[in-house]
């Protein structure tokens, strides 16, 4: 059963900076993706930025769009730098993971495998 556990969520100022980090446990293969998702209160879970087993990464268009995703070679591990953050930026970030592709980002709820999530809380 795999599990993805969420970390470095908190409370920052706006213009600050965060890393969220997400570690998969229980797998022993590479995850063909993981990726980011967030949910503001009253909100749709919305994407997001995804990077597959081969370093390939997919933002959207707008929100979490800003920010960069990046996963170390050969880990099922990956992380979020959040910088310029802002108030809007307040929610719940999600890891998500599938294989052995990635979903496309509007396609969220098709991925297997989601941590408990992490707050971000962001004031101005």
């Known amino acids: 059963q795999v599990q993805l556990v969420e970390s470095g969520g908190g409370s920052v100022q706006a213009g600050g900076s965060l890393r969220l980090s997400c570690a998969a446990f229980g797998v022993i293969y590479s995850l063909g993706c993981m990726g980011w998702f967030r949910q503001a209160p009253g909100k749709e879970r919305e994407g997001g930025a995804t990077?597959?087993?081969?370093?390939?990464?997919t933002y959207a268009d707008s929100g979490m769009g800003r920010f960069t995703i990046s996963r170390p070679s050969a880990k099922n591990t990956v992380y979020l730098q959040m910088n310029g953050l802002k108030s809007e930026d307040t929610a719940i970030y999600y890891c998500?993971?599938?294989?052995?592709?990635?979903?496309?980002?509007?396609?969220?709820?098709?991925?297997?495998?989601w941590g408990r999530g992490t707050q971000v809380a962001v004031s101005s």
């Open positions: 998500a993971a599938e294989s052995p592709v990635c979903w496309p980002i509007s396609e969220r709820y098709e991925y297997s495998y």
């Open positions: 990077i597959d087993s081969d370093g390939r990464t």
